[in-house]
């Protein structure tokens, strides 16, 4: 059968596992690794479509549990679908909607079933389950879909860990047999902790399911960046090298270089917009605070040598006095050059991989960025 999301692995680094590849769906192509903004309600923060392409992104994602709160699944689907809904044409990404469902939602009740859980918009009670999970992800209509699993709040004994791997592994199966829509791929997440056995247990029974795609999934809730880096060691090589490899909510560019030299292709964050919205802007030399007064007369871009819209166009002086009269313009400026440096980090990285220098690139960027 052909798939509707399908991985083209390109190369792979002389030194390392990373690798260069191209993914494929029904609204077009994108080069990886690969970055994904986060739109969590049907909208980047503070930018358009448009500004959004131009800043590099070609595959966005959006949360299924905030659209089908508000406004829904059907009326996003009255109005002609995700992809027309927000004006964008390229690939998109949902996820299941669980992880809202667990931390947003209040009081969470798990059972096997699903969860139960009170909307943080108006308190009705809800259900989530792995079909309607699927379901409510086919009727939005993105290009990816997510399995609904659990990921439990950590720290958390092994014995919990183990559970919800188990659950996450039943529930998968059982989005499987709800997925309907052929022209959809739906991604198995792999669950587990830091515990390297359960991360290998539930990579082993989602791959022998044969999923489109993989993702990993609990690993930005709060463990530390080594446990990160064993967790992605241990999974990532098990998982299929023809098709694509996901991880969840990482988009610090020293984690993000760390994750592709373990072989991961696609990234997601609301790192970069979060940050812009808090005057914070990321460079190849670390994090620059746009509030601080050391910037007030300084007449360079954010960054020298990049050619984002606000380092063509804007000095640090003006940027920073934005923020301080509480103008708009100021986080969407950040914004923006937030996501042109890391798609801008993503090509380097394609770019050292194909070369065969992926191993002295990653140690010259972690040096210059810092801890």
Known sequence: MTRPVWFEPLAVDAGSPARVGRLHTPHGSLETPAFMPVGTQGTIKGLTPSMVHDAGARMILANTYHLALRPTAEVVQTLGGLHRFMNWDGPILTDSGGFQAFSLAGTSKLTEHGVKFRSHIDGRLLELTPESAVTIQETLGADVIMCLDECPALPAEKPAIASAVARTIRWAQRCKDAHTRADQSLFGIVQGASHEDLRA???????????????????????????????????????????????????????????????????????????????????????????????????????????????????????????IANEMLGPILASIHNLAYLHRLTRQIREAILDGRFVPFRAETLEALGP
């Open 201 to 323: 247990e539930c990579a082993e029974a989602l791959v022998a399911m044969d999923f489109d795609g993989y993702a990993i999934g609990g690993v930005s809730v709060g463990e530390s960046r080594e446990d990160v880096r064993k967790a992605l060691e241990v999974t990532t090589p098990l998982l299929p090298a023809n098709k694509p490899r996901y991880l969840m909510g990482v988009g610090r560019p020293q984690d993000i270089i760390d994750a592709v030299a373990t072989g991961i292709d696609v990234f997601d964050c609301v790192l970069p917009t979060r940050n812009g919205r808090n005057a914070t802007c990321l460079t190849a030399k670390g994090q620059v605070r746009m509030r601080n007064a050391i910037h007030k007369t300084d007449t360079r871009p954010i960054e020298e040598g990049c050619d984002c819209l606000a380092c063509r166009s804007f000095s640090r002086g003006y940027i920073r006095h934005l923020f």
